[in-house]
């Protein structure tokens, strides 16, 4: 498998953006090939069904005019339009998009949404820019995208560095291309909004509560309990934060933490809500936070711990760091945060992995809601969507558990067939046009 590394703005240089790809194809390709799946469609989802890229203008604060890149990629919509989020990130490329795109496929396909995958962002490091400049870059490539996205077509939401800020500016403009009469009617195109702007109540934690959900799940099926349990997290963002504040109602303790700048630690635990205050309210990062220990960041994998949450980038649990990693449990709210060497390794040594199509679906649960909620003009309430979440991921968590358990299967090739079934079922029913 081929890495390449590319700069960002970070203290950890070198962060590795190809090989996702390799990744997912690997992972289906395993799990069809235990459920056999027909060849024919077998064919059908090795490939993206559209692959949408756009240069765009933008005009910066100085006046100076930047060419941008976004790209949508749609990879499958066999079970309802294609759905999944835009990353603002310079690890963004075609082959970063067909990767996530698929991996939205399975996840929508499992959860039983009436969904399929897509993906797409803009290749930029988000820090570099204005909030002006953001919004006009948004606006922009909403525009040029306009022709391929809609609330019954593809449906965006939020992902790496982007939020219900940059939804509304998504929705306002998309509405704004549509004849008047249409605009509201099609605020459901995008999902993560404000809920002032038709967004869900509790769609912010949506994926991080479902990641706690998944591990307190794991917990009951081992007869165990998360009080005392010691926890690491990769990424700070709206992920790793929602899962940390979860872990830490339920009793468990915040060891490490690793960002882009910088990872700390404290054994004997990290306050969540500090962290929350020193790094999103106010420093834009862990790093420096002073109730902790600063530590190398090739440390970080290593530190004592039962559980580990990756919640940040792709293709950051390699058989680099693999062996050495000390938690039982990985819990992943990234998307495709274990490779496929690094996965082997694991399995090895009796590590579980909760996979990502299973464990952070609970964002895309949520977004379903939203969507729910908007296209039947209701506002639903926070206790009502915290509820209707558990249940769902419950049941996909059950799902998946029996289904390995049967099979003989690690969680991840479980979820996979379990996920390609309900596709291939729908391609035999409906047969293939002409
Ligand atoms: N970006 C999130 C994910 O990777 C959410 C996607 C969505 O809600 O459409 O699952």
């Known amino acids: ?97 067909r990767a996530l795109a698929m991996w939205m496929t399975w996840k929508t396909s499992l959860a039983g949404l009436p969904y399929g ?84 109540e509790g769609r912010d934690r949506a994926t ?9 799940f794991w917990a009951e099926k081992n007869n165990e309990s998360l009080e005392g349990k010691r926890f690491i997290v990769q990424g700070f963002g709206n992920v790793g934060y ?15 933490v690793q960002d882009a700048f910088g990872s700390i630690r404290n054994p004997n635990g990290i306050n969540v809500e500090d962290l929350f205050n020193y790094s999103i309210l106010n420093n834009g990062s862990i790093s420096g936070f002073p109730e902790a220990f600063e530590l190398d960041n090739e440390k970080f994998y290593s530190t004592e711990c039962d559980i580990c949450i990756p919640a940040a980038l792709g293709n950051q649990i390699t ?32 590590v579980m992995i909760i996979p990502d199509i299973l464990c952070n679906s609970g964002g895309v649960v949520g977004s379903y809601f939203e969507w729910l909620q908007n296209r039947n003009g209701e506002l639903w309430q926070l206790d ?19 289904y390995s358990e049967k099979e003989g299967l690690d969680l991840r090739t479980a979820a996979y067939c379990l996920a390609i079934k309900r596709i291939e079922k729908a391609y035999i029913q409906r047969g293939i046009f002409p």
């Not at 929602?242 to 490490?256: C, H, K, N, Q």
């Not at 709210?333 to 090895?348: R, S, W």
């Open 208 to 216: 991080g509560y479902g990641v706690f959900l998944n591990i307190k």
């Open 242 to 256: 929602w899962a940390s504040y979860f872990m830490e109602m339920e009793g468990a303790r915040l060891v490490a």
């Open 319 to 350: 058989k680099e760091n693999a062996s050495s990693i000390k938690a039982k449990l990985i819990a992943e709210g990234a998307n495709g945060p274990t490779n496929v060497e690094g996965e082997k390794i694991l399995l090895e040594k009796g």
């Open 1 to 97: 498998m081929t890495t390449i590394t590319k700069e960002i703005k970070s203290d950890r240089k070198k962060v590795p953006v190809k090989g996702m790809m390799d990744n997912v194809l690997e992972q289906f390709n395993s799990a069809a090939n235990h459920i056999d799946l027909h060849p024919n469609i077998r064919k059908i989802l090795n490939i993206t069904n559209n692959e949408i890229i756009v240069n765009f203008p933008v005009k910066m604060d100085n006046g100076e005019v930047k060419i941008f890149t976004g790209y949508r990629v749609q990879h499958n919509n066999a079970l309802g339009p294609y759905k999944g989020g835009l990353r603002y990130h310079p690890t963004v490329d075609i082959d970063a998009a």
């Open 384 to 402: 009502e969507v915290m509820q209707k979440l558990d249940k769902k991921m419950r049941e996909s968590f059950i799902k998946v558990f029996d």
């Open 117 to 200: 995958g897509g993906k797409g962002g803009i290749q930029l490091d988000p820090s570099k820019y204005s909030q002006g400049e953001l919004e006009r870059i948004t606006r922009r490539f909403t525009f040029a995208l306009a022709d391929n996205i809609g609330p019954e077509h593809d449906i965006p939401a939020p992902d790496v560095n982007t939020n219900s800020q940059t939804m509304a500016w998504i929705a306002d403009t998309y509405m704004s291309t549509r004849p008047p009469a249409e605009r509201t009617a099609n605020q459901h195109v995008v999902t993560g909004k404000p809920t002032g702007s038709g967004g869900l």
